[in-house]
């Protein structure tokens, strides 16, 4: 009797969930996932596959996800048979990004893709994480968030994210803080509004959460509080942040341009400190935006201050802190 598609895939996610418990990741799948993960979060996601790839069949379940983001993002945003197999492997082990993405492709309508144990990939992912959530874990709140809102409920999504935020998930904040920015709720006055924000996205980058810092250093502009603003700004960028460090570099490499752009600038300028910002940003990861800034401004520095900023790049930004990174959603477009 032949083996059906369905039931190879079964059996292989039990040999991946069982390899996964047996031995869990060796140095070098681990070494994989983190290059892999490097890549795709500086939108390299060509280049992270086999990274990836390397650490998803060695059972790790987030590089399996990851394997089908990638996948999905190097076709403009398309689901391709090689991203529905990931998100396959990654769903029939409980990762619901991947459910949802299944349901969002239309994994049950392509072909014979659908659960067993459940009318549809939304319906899998919530009978899944409703019990875990109801039992306290915050991921599964903020995932049921998402969940709810792809069964067209987000009254009940949004009530999760609060619920989320409340226990400390530190991305149910920031995104809670983003939506209150945007008109979310019911406040008395923009103040109340922006106060209720603020605290939200205080609470995230006090715990490490980078975009928090972003949307914190945005909310403190918006209340007037710009040296606060940029000390965040800062730490965005200590913490890996590519957008913080293009900025900062910009504006002390050119305050006057940046702010032309809608932005604005706290600090006095300083053209080698914004070249061997700008020069270490682009050194690292090939960055476009740092590289046009560069030029546009390259006349305002002479050659051996070049010099001096692209040793300064070496002295304080490569190969120093972690890598930089665009800090993509993990379940956006």
Known sequence: MAVSGRVKLLLSSVLLLFSSFAWGLDDEAKAAKEEGMRLYNISHSTAALPYLEKAANAGDVESMYYMGEAERRQRM????????????????QGEPYAMLRLWGGGACVAGDYCPEDAEGWREKALAEQLPRAEA????????????????????????????AAEAGNPEAQDRLAKMIQDGYG?????????????????GAAEQGYVPAMHTLSGLLIDKGQ?????EWLVKASENGSRGARLTIGWCYLNPE?????G????????????WATLYAVDEEIGDNTAKSIMERNRNLLSYEQRQQAE???EDTWLSHGPPLSKFPPRYGF
């Open 136 to 163: 306290g874990d915050p991921e599964a709140m903020l995932a049921l968030h998402y969940i709810y809102g792809a069964l067209d409920d987000s009254d009940e999504g949004h009530e999760w994210l609060e619920k």
């Open 311 to 313: 040793g300064i790049a």
């Open 263 to 274: 932005g604005g600038c706290f600090v006095g300028q300083d053209v080698v400190k914004g």
């Open 226 to 230: 710009e040296e606060e603003s940029w």
């Open 186 to 202: 019911f406040y008395w006055s923009d103040e109340g509004r922006l106060e209720a924000a603020e605290k939200l996205a205080r």
């Open 77 to 92: 945003m398309n689901m391709t048979r090689a991203a529905l197999d990931w998100y396959l492997k990654a769903a029939e």
């Open 257 to 261: 341009e940046y702010g032309q752009e």
